[in-house]
Structure formats: structure tokens, C-alpha cells
């Protein structure tokens, strides 16, 4: 939803001490951050202050074009998320967002282990249905997968997905057209 890519390029570099390539950066972190840890040789341990980096600099994160006209699209909208909850909340407010979602669930402050893991989907379709997840990384839609939820791959055709979009501006006619 929102390109907080620059963000986690950023909180990563800075994490790391060094001078590294952002677009390769970004390539490891579009796998997944445990990836990116083990690649860089970064330890685990230091994950907290990443997250703390990560969030820092993700308050001038931008939300995606044509975003607004998706959300209106569905009748409940949820964010399942690894970011905190508070700086999700704030860019939600920021671009008068937040009154779309019905559910804001941060993964880990809401005590659910982290996606792949299905637990924190499953805490959502226990009150609600969800017809489709939207996500950019492969650990995102592996839940949904699991649990039959068909999966629209955003700005990665390298990931296993229903539907592949590259901007919200095709969702109507490349996702919506099937349903």
C-alpha cells in the first residue's frame, strides 16, 4: 500500500554500517529480511534495531498510486503487517486511509509469529472472510495460499500468485474483472 521500500533500503544501509548497492539491497529485501540478514552477514540479534530504523524512516513513506480507488473497490479492507502498528496508524491518518480497514494487524505486536506463518490471517478469517490477499513479497501470500485465498502479486512477477499487477491502476481490469 504504501512504498516503504526507501525506508527498509535505508534503515538496512544504516544497519549495516557499511557502503552497500541500494538496488541490491532492495533485491534481498524484496525475498524476505531474514534473507537479507544472512546475505549481508547481519545477525539476527540486531533485528529489533532494524525494525526500530525501518519504522523511523518509513514516516515519509508514500502511499501507492490509485491505492484510494482499490480500498474503495472492497466492501472490508484488513492490513496484515510486519510494521508497527503506530507508524501504520500514522501514514493510514496521514493519507485518510485508515476509515477503509475493518482489522490492523502488527504481526508481532499483536503476538502472532511472523508471516509466513498463517496465524495472523487465520485471527482475521475467524471473524471475517477475506476473498484475497495483495502482497509484494512471497511470505505474504504463502498464508493466504495455505488457507485458499486467492493472491494478486504486486510489483513482483517472481512470485507465485493468482493475478500479477504492477500498479493499482490495473486492479479493476487485471484482479475485479474475475470475481
Known amino acids: 500500500m504504501f512504498n516503504t521500500y526507501p525506508a527498509l533500503v535505508k534503515g538496512f544501509i544504516h544497519l549495516s ?8 539491497v532492495l533485491e534481498w529485501l524484496k525475498v524476505n529480511s531474514k534473507v537479507a540478514f ?5 545477525d539476527e540479534n540486531q ?15 508514500q502511499p501507492f498510486e490509485h ?23 500514522f501514514l493510514l491518518e496521514k493519507f485518510k486511509l485508515l476509515s477503509y480497514f475493518k482489522v490492523v494487524v502488527s504481526v508481532e505486536e ?20 477475506i476473498d484475497l490477499v495483495i502482497g509484494d513479497r512471497e511470505l505474504d501470500l504463502i498464508p ?9 502479486a504486486f510489483e513482483n512477477p517472481d512470485i ?8 493499482y491502476a490495473e486492479f479493476k481490469t487485471k484482479v475485479l474483472s474475475y470475481f
Open 17 to 24: 554500517g557499511r557502503d552497500l548497492d541500494p538496488k541490491e
Open 38 to 42: 544472512q546475505h549481508y552477514g547481519i
Open 47 to 61: 533485528r529489533k534495531e532494524y525494525t526500530k530504523l525501518y519504522n523511523k524512516y518509513s514516516f515519509d513513506s
Open 67 to 89: 491505492l484510494e480507488e482499490v480500498l474503495q473497490m472492497a466492501d472490508d479492507n484488513f492490513i496484515v503487517t510486519h510494521r508497527d502498528k503506530e507508524s501504520t496508524l
Open 110 to 129: 499483536d503476538g502472532f509469529t511472523r508471516k509466513p506463518h498463517a496465524a495472523s490471517y487465520q485471527h482475521v478469517i475467524k471473524d471475517q472472510p
Open 144 to 152: 493466504a495460499r495455505e488457507l485458499g485465498i486467492k493472491t494478486v
Open 160 to 167: 507465485e500468485a493468482d493475478f500479477y499487477i504492477d500498479n
